[in-house]
């Protein structure tokens, strides 16, 4: 199984507009956040979770050519903006549709945002197109399972992801965008070879993780290696690594994980 961290940034990206403090005047290429998604490849079959207002900007800068199916985690402006660039892999297709796996909120967003693109096949060559479909607790594909569980996070419930490869048994799990971890969300996270987890800032937030509370959620799970991600620009990345335990880092955009 390979994970590609597409971005790892907030809603407003690092740089801010208009912001000169150290982060977003940073030379570290780590401290360039684009919007926070990932693309994983288990067994040869590829899936996008998420695509930010960049992914188009993502895919060329990953050399991601292939997608399978896609996974929304929630309807929120920075998960489901780039959708409409999921038009060249329904071309890669053949002309058909992208499934889409989601929630009823994440559903009824990408209807109301992208209308034009809700049918069995596009509405002309180079369109997208969207077959919709209710996430399922486990999606047994040839390749593996995915398996999910609900997060809470700002009035809406996140769709926490959790990858075991057939071939491997390696199991990864994605939390992104939650204020907090149910307990069966840490009971179905045991056991991972890696973990995702939201860590928006230092300070506390109403809707995320605060990286104190993504560290506490982290030594619930015990995975041997958690990332976190979402990250404001008030985390510099290599101070943070600095003072993160051990087994638990920043992520970064353009990471590639294989495990």
Known sequence: MEVIFLGTGTSQGVPMIACDCAVCTSADPRNQRTRASIH?????????????????LQCLRENIKQLDLFILTHGHADHIAGMDDLRRFCDLLGGTALTVYTTDEGADRVRAGFPYAIGDRPAAKGYAAFKLVDMPAALDLPQGTIQSTLLPHA????????????????????YTDCKRLPREAIALARGADAVVLDGLRPLPHPSHMSIDEAVAAAREIAAPQTWLTHLTHLSDHAALAASLPVGVAPAYDGLRVKL
Not at 155 to 174: A, D
């Open 40 to 56: 994983v490849v288990m067994d040869g079959l590829h899936v996008q979770v998420d695509a930010s207002p960049e992914f188009r």
């Open 155 to 174: 009035g809406v419930n996140t769709l926490g992801l959790v990858f075991t490869e057939h071939s491997s048994g390696r199991k990864f799990v994605y």
